[in-house]
């Protein structure tokens, strides 16, 4: 074919396809007719080879981006993601697919436990032994408050002044803040979501400590444990998700380092989303039923409850049964 | 030359490569600094209805003031962490900043972003802020070779261009007189007889004659028109300027 014949020929067909690309507008596929939909499906592969031939012929750069960038829009119309099959899926989601990432990934979640786990108890050990060094690890959280006069009523009668739902939202808003701060960090080789885990679990050993050497142990667990569990919790999983984050970029295993953090981003973004329903619900605990007034050993059983249920959740939901084989 | 623009491959189903222009920093940041502007602006409406329906309502006695300070802190975080994700996920990839200077995210293979890619290259937008004003980012945008920063780098996204490809010197043609498109149509590759390579070489020429001097006009032209001209057997060699631009503006019917 003469590039003359070629451009006669085909100039009718590209019109058609833009015109049907203008139909459809920005908006997907959805403007389109069921005839409109095939006869683009139809037309879209010859206008993908029209972009070779017009290179072949070496024609002008008009046509050229003419052609491409039909090609283009009709290659990005049709190679489209199915949205309603995200919309439906949340349910899926829900029941199969979020517990289903979380238990494959449970040894980034032991290894964050551990690295939770190890300064806590570590500081909690040298606070209980050295008393003052409370104030070394948290010079402004207890500076504040004179330790020697602090009592359990203190504490909650402070929380008791503040509204119940400005407090709920700022608090889970802070929480959620921290969390995905702990995953994003991690794409520096885990080195930033392993300082918001040390941060605060050595912040939390140093408090234990602290209240355990002035005989408030109680007291701080039933102020703790409702929300706190589940809180502590949450913080953790979103550590392991930046700790998975890193590490695919520290190793990579077979693949190039950047198509391991693609991959490893992937997944551990939906993991640390996932992370978000407990907070709010910690957010809830911490701002409702902390600081109401009734038995302290009711409210930690409310926090181990929440606890036990998002890790029946996460560890049981969606398994798969035993397939049944005839 | 010069290739001022990054072109991206995409290698489609067909085994056709199809070409886009990435984004550079520059349209990027006047991208960034036009959502921030939005951004300023929607949130001092929403602080001046919040200040406002706080007054109103702790004057009635009743305690919605609390109702509003808790929306104060869910709105911070969500325009925050959420701005730029919401409108990427309705519009596929286009923030209004984007819309305004024609960039849109896209999937490095081409295809449109989904909710994972957002929520990656949303969320590691945190470490590209580091340690202000975006620093991070404008380094990885700047140094790597797709004009990535390092939320696309882990979402796997790219920014490309969406503005109609314009070349420097036919634009200033077609500005001049709307009519003359540097496009070959089948009529004048069917009269002139000359292949689509020599047709692009005199169109080239013609677009760009009026930058250049009589004298370079002189010295180019019967180089390029002699090995075109001595095929078809119509070229002289004590041919006039004028003779060949007139030959020119017959070839290309104008």
Known sequence: ??????????????????????????????????????????????????????????????????????????HGLLYQRKKEKSDTGVIKFILKDYPAIFRKNISYLLFAILLFCIPMVSTYSIVRLNPDTAYTFMPYGLDIENSDTVTAEDVSERYRQMSGTVMSASITTNNIQVALIAFSLGIVFALGTCYILLSNSIMLGCFIGHFTNHGLSTELWYFLAPHGLLEIFAIIVAGAAGLKLGLSILIPKNLTRVDSLKKGASESVVYVLGTIPMFIVAGFIESYITPAYFDGRLKVLIGFAALGISLAYLLLVGRNKPQMEN | MIEYDVHDKIETPENVELTRTIAGLGSRISAGLFDYLLIVLIFLVIFFILALSSNVFSYRGGSMSDFVLAAFFIGMFLFYWGYFAFFEWITNGQTPGKKSVHLRVVCENGSPITFKHIAVRNIIRFVDMLPGMYFLAIVFIFCSKRKQRIGDMAAGTIVVSEEKLQYGATDKVNKKNDNWQMEITAEVLEKSGLSPEELNIIQNFYVRRSELSHDAIVKILPGILKPIMSRQGTWRDDMSISEMLDYIECTLQI
């Open chain 1, 1 to 74: 074919m003469t590039p003359a014949a070629f451009l006669e020929n085909r100039k009718p067909i590209w019109d058609r396809v833009e015109h049907l690309l203008d139909c459809a507008g920005k908006s997907g596929c959805r403007k389109l007719t069921h005839q409109q939909l095939h006869e683009l499906t139809r037309l879209y592969p010859t206008i993908a080879v029209d972009v070779s031939k017009v290179r072949m012929y070496k024609l002008d750069n008009i046509t050229l981006s003419r052609v491409n960038d039909l090609a283009i829009r009709a």
